[in-house]
């Protein structure tokens, strides 16, 4: 990740310490700031200190619940709130969303399933891993995550929101190699049941439009077998 995702600022709040400390490892190895507490008067605490830019909060706790620990929080300011619960009954989860939560998961969890919706929340909330690292330019190309405009030697590019993210996806990371499973959890989001050549589809669609060539890629190059890449190329801002 992009040194500046250090400054997205995660609360994890579970009275579970090894689902705390699986979430959290998870979150530090993709490069988020996470802080965590055991049950509800700490996590207030931390709330404060911390000021965490989203919140991964368990429904059941000691002492303050979840439901009352997210009231309050969003009491104080807006915040998204991801909430863990052992119940998945329609009740328990509209107690949550009526109580504040942006989302929900159902224990247990894969903790790639949570990362991506982790990132799909921050990117609906407008919180992006580049905020703040100013544009990405690479050899002509030029990603703006805050306006949300591409250009291509001076050209404008009109790309599509699912464009835009799997361009953004790509070329933060210059010589990374993403599987299609990893591009559609972190472009199209959590549990995607459809076919993954839709990756391929939306590729192709973006080539055209960047005017790159797939048999002699300027930008995006195709790892047979795996997925994709940006190539590294001249990069002129450091990823």
Same mark, same amino acid.
């Given at each position: 990740?992009?040194?500046? /995702?250090? /400054?997205?600022?995660?609360?994890?709040?579970?009275?579970?310490?090894?689902?705390?400390?699986?979430?959290?490892?998870?979150?530090?190895?993709?490069?988020?700031?996470?802080?965590?507490?055991?049950?509800? +008067?700490?996590?207030?605490?931390?709330?404060?200190?911390? /000021?965490?830019?989203?919140?991964?909060?368990?429904?059941?706790?000691?002492?303050?619940?979840?439901?009352?620990?997210?009231?309050?929080?969003?009491?104080?300011?807006?915040?998204?709130?991801?909430?863990?619960?052992?119940?998945?009954?329609?009740?328990?989860?509209?107690?949550?969303?009526?109580?504040?939560?942006?989302?929900?998961?159902?224990?247990?969890?894969?903790?790639?399933?949570?990362?991506?919706?982790?990132?799909?929340?921050?990117?609906?909330?407008?919180?992006?891993?580049?905020?703040?690292?100013?544009?990405?330019?690479?050899?002509?190309?030029?990603?703006?995550?805050?306006?949300?405009?591409? +250009?291509?030697?001076?050209?404008?590019?009109?790309?599509?929101?699912?464009?835009?993210?799997?361009?953004?996806?790509?070329?933060?990371?210059?010589?990374?190699?993403?599987?299609?499973?990893?591009?559609?959890?972190?472009?199209?989001?959590?549990?995607?049941?459809?076919?993954?050549?839709?990756?391929?589809?939306?590729?192709?669609?973006?080539?055209?439009?960047?005017?790159?060539?797939?048999?002699?890629?300027?930008?995006?190059? +195709?790892?047979?077998?795996?997925?994709?890449?940006?190539?590294?190329?001249?990069?002129?801002?450091?990823?």
């Amino acid at each position: 990740m992009a040194e500046t /995702q250090e /400054q997205i600022r995660i609360l994890v709040v579970d009275d579970d310490d090894n689902v705390r400390f699986l979430v959290s490892a998870y979150l530090e190895r993709e490069g988020y700031l996470v802080a965590s507490a055991a049950d509800g +008067t700490e996590a207030l605490r931390q709330f404060a200190a911390f /000021q965490p830019q989203i919140l991964i909060l368990d429904l059941m706790l000691p002492g303050i619940g979840g439901l009352e620990v997210a009231k309050k929080v969003r009491a104080s300011r807006e915040i998204p709130i991801l909430m863990l619960t052992a119940r998945g009954e329609e009740e328990d989860v509209l107690a949550g969303f009526d109580a504040g939560a942006d989302d929900y998961l159902t224990k247990p969890f894969s903790p790639k399933v949570l990362v991506a919706r982790v990132e799909a929340i921050l990117r609906r909330v407008g919180v992006t891993p580049e905020d703040g690292d100013g544009p990405i330019v690479h050899d002509g190309l030029v990603l703006d995550a805050r306006s949300r405009e591409v +250009t291509v030697d001076g050209r404008p590019v009109e790309l599509t929101t699912l464009e835009f993210d799997l361009l953004q996806v790509l070329a933060a990371h210059p010589g990374w190699v993403y599987s299609r499973e990893q591009l559609l959890e972190r472009v199209w989001g959590y549990d995607y049941l459809g076919d993954s050549r839709v990756v391929d589809v939306h590729v192709a669609n973006l080539r055209k439009k960047i005017g790159d060539d797939s048999s002699s890629p300027r930008f995006i190059a +195709t790892i047979r077998g795996v997925g994709y890449k940006f190539r590294k190329g001249d990069s002129e801002s450091p990823r």
